[in-house]
Protein backbone atom coordinates (compact mmCIF):
# COMPACT_ATOMS: atom_id res chain seq x y z
CA UNK A 1 0.00 0.00 0.00
CA UNK A 2 0.78 3.30 -1.07
CA UNK A 3 0.13 7.16 -1.08
CA UNK A 4 1.50 9.95 -2.45
CA UNK A 5 0.41 13.21 -2.16
CA UNK A 6 1.02 16.55 -4.18
CA UNK A 7 0.09 19.61 -5.47
CA UNK A 8 1.20 21.51 -2.45
CA UNK A 9 3.15 25.02 -2.84
CA UNK A 10 2.70 28.62 -1.89
CA UNK A 11 -0.55 30.59 -2.84
CA UNK A 12 -1.49 34.44 -1.71
CA UNK A 13 -4.55 34.58 0.28
CA UNK A 14 -7.80 34.13 -1.87
CA UNK A 15 -5.55 31.22 -3.97
CA UNK A 16 -6.91 28.33 -5.04
CA UNK A 17 -4.78 24.69 -4.95
CA UNK A 18 -5.82 21.41 -5.74
CA UNK A 19 -3.96 18.55 -4.08
CA UNK A 20 -3.49 14.57 -5.41
CA UNK A 21 -3.49 11.69 -3.94
CA UNK A 22 -2.20 8.61 -5.54
CA UNK A 23 -2.75 5.68 -4.07
CA UNK A 24 -1.80 1.91 -5.10
CA UNK A 25 -2.14 -1.47 -3.59
CA UNK A 26 -5.71 -0.66 -2.92
CA UNK A 27 -8.62 1.05 -4.62
CA UNK A 28 -10.04 4.04 -3.42
CA UNK A 29 -13.16 3.52 -4.64
CA UNK A 30 -13.71 0.45 -2.12
CA UNK A 31 -12.31 2.98 0.95
CA UNK A 32 -13.65 5.95 2.65
CA UNK A 33 -10.91 7.87 1.57
CA UNK A 34 -9.90 11.36 3.99
CA UNK A 35 -7.50 14.12 3.98
CA UNK A 36 -6.33 15.84 7.40
CA UNK A 37 -3.62 18.34 8.02
CA UNK A 38 -1.28 19.22 10.58
CA UNK A 39 -0.03 22.87 11.39
CA UNK A 40 3.30 23.00 12.70
CA UNK A 41 3.48 22.43 16.83
CA UNK A 42 -0.07 21.28 16.50
CA UNK A 43 -2.05 17.63 16.08
CA UNK A 44 -3.45 16.07 13.30
CA UNK A 45 -6.87 17.25 12.39
CA UNK A 46 -9.65 15.84 10.09
CA UNK A 47 -10.34 17.67 6.92
CA UNK A 48 -12.99 16.14 4.64
CA UNK A 49 -14.01 12.60 3.83
CA UNK A 50 -15.94 10.63 0.55
CA UNK A 51 -17.16 7.64 1.41
CA UNK A 52 -16.65 4.33 -0.78
CA UNK A 53 -20.76 3.48 -1.42
CA UNK A 54 -22.28 6.78 -2.99
CA UNK A 55 -19.37 9.02 -2.95
CA UNK A 56 -20.74 11.00 0.03
CA UNK A 57 -19.01 13.61 1.37
CA UNK A 58 -18.25 15.57 4.63
CA UNK A 59 -16.07 18.29 6.22
CA UNK A 60 -14.76 20.37 8.86
CA UNK A 61 -16.54 22.82 9.60
CA UNK A 62 -13.56 25.37 8.98
CA UNK A 63 -13.42 24.46 5.24
CA UNK A 64 -17.03 23.54 4.52
CA UNK A 65 -17.70 25.90 1.16
CA UNK A 66 -14.23 26.63 0.44
CA UNK A 67 -12.76 22.72 0.03
CA UNK A 68 -13.89 19.51 -2.09
CA UNK A 69 -12.98 16.56 -1.75
CA UNK A 70 -13.25 14.11 -4.95
CA UNK A 71 -11.45 10.76 -6.68
CA UNK A 72 -11.35 9.69 -9.83
CA UNK A 73 -11.67 5.72 -9.65
CA UNK A 74 -9.37 5.10 -13.20
CA UNK A 75 -6.77 6.81 -11.98
CA UNK A 76 -6.94 5.02 -8.70
CA UNK A 77 -6.70 9.07 -6.90
CA UNK A 78 -8.36 11.51 -4.43
CA UNK A 79 -7.92 15.09 -4.87
CA UNK A 80 -8.98 17.76 -2.53
CA UNK A 81 -10.10 21.06 -4.29
CA UNK A 82 -8.88 24.25 -1.83
CA UNK A 83 -10.52 27.96 -2.96
CA UNK A 84 -10.34 31.12 -0.61
CA UNK A 85 -7.11 29.92 0.57
CA UNK A 86 -7.04 31.20 4.49
CA UNK A 87 -3.20 31.71 6.65
CA UNK A 88 -5.10 29.49 8.64
CA UNK A 89 -4.87 27.02 5.99
CA UNK A 90 -0.98 26.26 6.18
CA UNK A 91 -0.46 22.90 7.06
CA UNK A 92 1.26 19.85 5.54
CA UNK A 93 -1.85 17.59 4.42
CA UNK A 94 -2.13 13.88 4.25
CA UNK A 95 -4.43 11.37 2.68
CA UNK A 96 -5.60 7.94 3.65
CA UNK A 97 -8.31 5.32 3.59
CA UNK A 98 -9.75 4.74 6.66
CA UNK A 99 -9.86 1.28 6.55
CA UNK A 100 -5.78 1.12 6.50
CA UNK A 101 -3.09 2.25 8.91
CA UNK A 102 -0.86 3.99 5.91
CA UNK A 103 0.02 7.11 5.93
CA UNK A 104 1.97 9.11 3.02
CA UNK A 105 4.58 11.52 3.04
CA UNK A 106 2.34 14.81 3.43
CA UNK A 107 2.42 17.78 0.73
CA UNK A 108 3.11 21.14 2.28
CA UNK A 109 0.39 24.20 2.11
CA UNK A 110 1.43 27.48 2.66
CA UNK A 111 -0.75 30.45 2.15
CA UNK A 112 1.19 33.74 2.61
CA UNK A 113 1.24 37.06 1.10
Known amino acids: VQLVESGGGLVQPGGSLRLSCAASGFTVSSHPMTWYRQARGKERKWVATINSVGGSTNYADSVQGRFTISRDNAKNTVYLQMNSLKPEDTAVYYC???????WGQGTQVTVSS
Open 96 to 102: KSLRLTN
